[in-house]
């Protein structure tokens, strides 16, 4: 959303009265609670980001990442890359497609057209991929089979350290590829990780575990975990030693089985044997904290996922589309339940095979604390799936929601074709009045009764006396009416709804409505997401909101996560 719908959303009250306490429902009301003061967390606004191929203009972002297959064999140089399995292992300049035209010749000019792009939309975080892999495509274009692999004429090897002056345009002509003259180059163009423009955090490159699959002509072996580990230690290394203030982000494991063992990994049974991990999560945190404690300097910043649902509908088939059939709408709202709900068990190969590590933010937290305390939690791709339904958009809110709630710093989404719902959850967090407004940036403690909804409630450090209400209605096809009262020594005074309903992924507004002794009714649409703006009395007083520790502090405490909000599903 733009400014430009700002006064036409305000103006949607008669268009919203399905939203009103007068509304006829089937399901009993449920009572919600909101303590705009208590169990105070600091959230993180980069989890309200996207991968690009998105398109900024329809999404409110306050992270951008520049990632994907075809980033791990990249070159910088002259903006060749080769997509791997996505594409017969073509080398192309896919990549400068329909970015500005003065960059399509420029050294790193899909990097600076990120950096820029991002600026563009008021963007404040980037993330971009740093080539791990050990080859980039080099100039020669087109479709390579075995008897092209490297070392070979269409490719070249990626050093990390150049050992001799670092030029200020790179030479095309040499058999390598330089990272520090890279990062030399982008920091010379956009300015450090300090800057507006500049680079805020690096990926060590994207879904190693995969490379045997994505990238077989380079990788033709699996990848061993300690390989891998070296790997990310020298190239960490390198960026804190050009940009101390970048986070590092790191591994980008692709999913579960990445998770539990690097994809089977051929040293991982005896490494787990030999130290007593639980999973491949717990040796990484583990070295990178060594190595971390050798070199004097943080290595890793972010521990970095990826997850894209597995659950079935019921259909049988994973993230279907079948939104005639409930018990396929439902499988995909239940699939975000895997992200945070003990003993919840999604229909999926990872439940078939124990699913020892769901819920998952618990296990990685727990990791996180007992290896490698402070780092934060990323997933730096992402979807459940259902971006063309509402279905899907009331996932996404969860998500969000869920992120929230426990600590995780940074997330992307990864946008399929279709998208519009997803996106328009997203913007319910961060422009749900096409004016700029959003989620609070403090979470607040929030109870509700037996219902088929969610609860996520927030307020702005500033101390504005505002309270930002997120409510998810789950319910395929009935209206739930809600009570909400506020447990505060101030008085409100006012509230202004929004919802994302129905047919149509534009948000629409209901004007504002009169607050009564700290409490008011609304009736939510079924399969919905409804934001409440709450404002207090100007003349009311109160205690002020105690802001908690920063971001990474947060994270390394989310343990306690379920304390914030009583969940009842």
């Not at 089937?26 to 169990?39: F, G, L, Q, R, S």
């Not at 934060?376 to 979807?383: L, V």
Request: aromatic fraction near 10%; charged fraction near 25%; hydrophobic fraction near 35%.
């Amino acid at each position: 959303m733009n400014k430009k719908s700002c006064g036409a959303l305000l103006s949607a009250a008669a268009m919203a009265a399905v939203c009103t306490g007068t509304a006829s429902a089937a399901h009993a009301p449920v009572d919600i609670t909101v303590y705009p003061a208590e169990n105070v967390r600091e959230i993180s606004p980069m989890i309200y980001g996207v991968n690009s191929g998105t398109d900024l203009s329809k999404v409110t972002a306050k992270a951008f990442r520049l990632g994907g297959n075809r980033l791990s064999a990249y070159n910088w140089e002259n903006n060749m890359s080769n997509a791997g399995s996505d594409r017969k292992n073509f080398s192309d300049k896919y990549l400068v497609t329909g970015i500005r035209e003065e960059l399509r010749t420029e050294p790193a000019g899909v990097q600076l057209n990120a950096l820029y792009e991002a600026h563009d939309n008021n963007i404040p975080y980037t993330l971009l991929t740093l080539q791990m892999l050990g080859y980039t495509a080099s100039g020669k274009s087109g479709s390579l089979d075995e008897s092209k692999s490297p070392p070979s004429e269409y490719w070249k090897q990626v050093v990390n350290r150049k050992n001799s002056p670092i030029a200020d345009t790179p030479d095309k002509k040499d058999e390598c590829v330089y990272m520090d003259e890279f990062l030399s180059y982008l920091m010379g163009k956009a300015g450090s990780s300090e800057s507006e423009t500049g680079c805020k955090a690096y990926s060590l490159d994207n879904e190693p575990a995969l490379w045997q699959h994505t990238h077989s002509l380079v990788q033709r072996e699996p990848l061993s975990c300690k390989t891998l580990i070296d790997k990310s230690v020298d190239l960490a290394a390198l960026v804190k030693e050009y940009d101390r203030g970048a986070d590092v982000f790191g591994p980008a494991l692709y999913g579960y089985s990445a998770f539990v063992s690097l994809g089977n990994a051929p040293d991982w049974e005896e490494i787990k044997a030999d130290k007593g991990y639980r999973w491949f999560i717990d040796y990484y945190l583990d070295e990178m904290r060594k190595a971390s404690e050798e070199k004097g300097t943080r290595l890793l910043d972010v521990l970095d996922i990826h997850f894209y649902t597995e659950a079935r509908g019921e259909c049988g088939e994973r993230s279907c589309s079948h939104y005639d059939n409930d018990g396929c709408i439902k499988a995909r709202l239940d699939s975000v339940r895997s992200l945070y709900e003990e003993g919840y068990r999604e229909d999926s190969w990872i439940s078939e095979t124990g699913a020892e590590f769901f819920p998952l933010l618990p296990n990685v937290i727990s990791s996180v604390n007992t290896y490698y305390p402070e780092t934060r939690i990323a997933f730096s791709e992402y979807n459940f799936g259902g971006g063309d339904h509402i279905s899907g958009g009331v996932a996404q809110a969860d998500t969000l929601g869920i992120f929230a709630e426990n600590g995780v710093y940074f997330a992307a989404l990864w946008s399929f074709d279709k998208n519009e719902y997803q996106l328009a959850a997203i913007n319910m967090f961060t422009n749900y009045d096409g004016c700029g407004s959003g989620f609070g940036d403090t979470l607040v403690k929030s109870e509700h009764g037996e219902g088929d909804i969610s609860v996520y409630s927030s307020v702005n450090s500033g101390g504005d006396d505002t309270v930002k209400i997120i409510i998810t209605n789950r319910s395929i096809h009935e209206e739930t009416p809600v009570s909400i009262s506020l447990s505060s020594d101030k008085k409100y005074s006012s509230a202004k709804v929004f919802t994302l309903s129905g047919d149509s992924a534009e948000i629409t507004g209901s004007g504002t409505e009169v607050i009564k002794d700290n409490g008011f009714s609304r009736t939510l649409p079924p399969l919905s997401v409804t934001a409440i703006e709450v404002r207090a009395d100007k003349k009311s007083s109160g205690a002020a909101i105690a802001i908690g520790a920063g971001i990474a502090a947060a994270a390394a405490g989310a343990a306690g996560a379920a304390a914030i909000k009583k969940r009842k599903n």
